[in-house]
């Protein structure tokens, strides 16, 4: 027998603290080498693009794969999100699929909570103030990560280049968190202005975000940019860090955000000072000085939504959520 789970069902289940526990161990598993993850697969189409993203865990016992397809228009054109994804979970033992459910919630928590771990590791614990350009699905999943991992955060800039976006954004998050101050600034400038830490998370294919604007001690978490098309980062931005660090080398660089400086002859792979998992196993230090500046570029990996799958797995089986197929 087969689990499936709706979209409703793995809501149910998974919030944001234990999509951390998942990633944040899938991280580890990648940085101790106890991971089987080949290059993700892609197919591109006129209008998006469909991606396959295997990957097995020993430690966990758990395997599977993710098929996610991003098409941009998908609201303007159809009222779809742009992100749809399904994960099938299968036995390491003998490969009967354990579980199929959605992933596309899965996806945009997954993402935010490795972004948080990008932040638990790199940015400086007394954060006060946080800097996010996007307004959309993953601007929400970022700032929830963010608050799990930096609590003492009193401040959140919110830029996006669709007003109404924006402003709808700074309503709901001061509803989730009222304590803390949500303010729509104008640009991409003041949301990184003396921020602590600065998120990017748009599907921008021109680099936004200046170097100039980062100040000394911040931490940049890029996550947008997860393609060769799209980019957030100038080429000051990486020439300002002090250490760069990303979820996993091959990726990084075919993003836009660090192909365009390699290109450029700004940066080699040697550049990299560590892939997150590296550091999160403890093989590396992360932050080591008050004043230094780190950036983490974020692409997505296949071990997080497995990790996070096998999670709500675990979870719908205890709690009897789910249809047995």
Avoid at 278 to 306: M, N, S, Y
Wanted: with cysteine; glycine share 10%.
């Amino acid at each position: 027998m087969t689990l499936y789970l709706t979209q409703e069902e793995v809501q149910k289940v998974l919030d944001m603290k234990s999509t951390l526990e998942a990633v944040e161990s899938a991280f580890k598993e990648m940085g101790n080498d106890k991971i089987e993850m080949p290059p993700r697969v892609y197919l591109h189409f006129e209008k998006g693009v469909l991606i396959a993203m295997p990957a097995y865990m020993p430690g966990l016992n758990a395997a599977g794969t993710k098929i996610v397809t991003v098409h941009p228009g998908n609201k303007k054109d159809y009222g779809l999100p742009a992100v749809i994804a399904r994960i099938i979970l299968n036995s390491p033992e003998n490969g009967v699929p354990l579980a199929i459910m959605d992933g596309t919630y899965i996806t945009a928590l997954r993402t935010g909570a490795a972004g948080a771990t990008g932040i638990k590791y790199l940015s400086r614990k007394d954060s006060k103030v946080a800097g996010v350009c996007g307004a959309g699905v993953q601007g929400k999943s970022q700032v929830m990560g963010l608050m799990e991992v930096r609590p003492g955060i009193q401040k959140v800039k919110v830029y996006d280049i669709i007003p109404e976006a924006k402003k709808a954004f700074v309503e709901e998050m001061k509803k989730m968190y009222p304590k803390v101050e949500f303010v729509a600034v104008g640009s991409a400038k003041e949301a990184a202005t003396d921020s602590d830490i600065v998120i990017t998370c748009t599907p921008s294919p021109e680099a936004f975000m200046d170097g100039t604007w980062i100040k000394k001690g911040a931490h940049v978490s890029a996550i947008g940019a997860d393609t060769g098309a799209k980019r957030e980062l100038m080429t000051s931005v990486i020439k300002k860090a002090n250490k760069l660090v990303v979820d996993f080398v091959p990726q990084a660089f075919v993003t836009g955000d660090f192909r365009v400086p390699k290109e450029e002859g700004a940066i080699t792979e040697d550049s990299i000072y560590a892939q997150l998992g590296t550091i999160v196993a403890g093989k590396k230090p992360g932050r080591e000085k008050p004043d230094e500046i780190t950036v983490f570029k974020a692409t997505g990996l296949a071990i997080q939504d497995v990790g996070t799958a096998y999670k709500v797995y675990q979870l719908a089986k205890e709690k009897k959520a789910g249809k047995e197929i």
